[in-house]
């Protein structure tokens, strides 16, 4: 084996043994715990070599040694596939997304799952959408003078509202659901509020004021707004963690509370399937001293990312992993909603 190699391979014990059991590695353990193929007099001089590179350092004397984030990073950057999921944990991601409802009890699961996968802290960004259809509109009488309007749409979502005071007739009802249904199914969102104001004008004064709410209550409830939508679950992990953090962990707390300073994250990863940056590459100054695995799904028309964030002494092997599975699921059940 190449010099090279070894020391790469050394450098991956080291990194592998120091995020295990966060105590500084020696070269008598390395040799005890991984199959190196050489001697401990061996492994000290390519720690010797690879201290000298910046990659690994020693925090005092007569201590072992543990990674730089340079060493970090290189450890990630010389990663040649990521390990697959096993297959309880693949059978975990169908069964905990299988009986979600709508767009937000998934991202909801998603974001709970990759938390409970990694121990870090999970972000998802919902999809955001440019356009979505009209899938079907329900009106359910729910007894004296309540309507529960309900409007599913092609992007996952389902939304609802009920309308009070109105004492309306069943075959009125359902005269009115087919009428919005055959004018609307299918069409833009954005195109409804024309479809349905002469819906609205129909029929005598009481009939008109019901017809007028209802329809308007499909507007609001189709109203798709510009904001981007993150969610996060998994903080008490860093309580874990704390001691990773020479500093305090409040900086990094306030800044997965800045939906600004989340959102810049995922503009600043790459369109590749998984991203890793480390230490000041964040460029969040709350960030500086954790890591962020992030990686992107898909959703019909629409991109979006998910996260994880933890100290820079994180199971990157098992993030990466998560992140690229979690993601792959995500895009093949929403995929499959489509259709």
Known sequence: MATADRRLDVLRAIVSDYVATREPVGSKALAQRYELGVSPATIRNDMAALEEAGLIY???????????????????????????????????????????????????????????????????????????????????????????????????????????????????????RDQINEVCVGTDLQALPNLLSPLSIIGNEQERQFRTAVCQAVTDLTRRGEEERILVAGTANLARSGVDFTRSIVPVLDALEEQVALLRLFSAASTDDVTVSIGEENLHDGLVETAVVSGTYSSENSNAHLAVVGPVRMDYVNAMSAVHAVGAYLTHFLHGRGQ
């Open 58 to 176: 020693q925090p005092h004397t007569s201590a072992g040694r543990i990674p730089t984030v340079q060493g970090y990073r290189t450890f990630v950057d010389r990663l040649a596939t990521l390990k697959p999921m096993s297959l309880p944990e693949r059978r975990a991601v169908e069964s905990f997304l299988s009986d979600a409802v709508d767009i937000d009890d998934v991202v909801e699961r998603t974001v709970r799952l990759l938390a409970q996968l990694t121990r870090q802290v999970a972000i998802v960004q919902y999809p955001h959408y440019d356009s979505a259809t009209l899938v079907r509109v329900e009106l359910v009488d729910l007894g004296p003078g309540r309507t529960l309007v309900v409007v599913i749409t092609d992007d996952g979502q389902v939304e609802q509202r009920v309308i009070p005071d109105y004492s309306v007739e069943a075959d009125d009802l359902r005269s009115l």
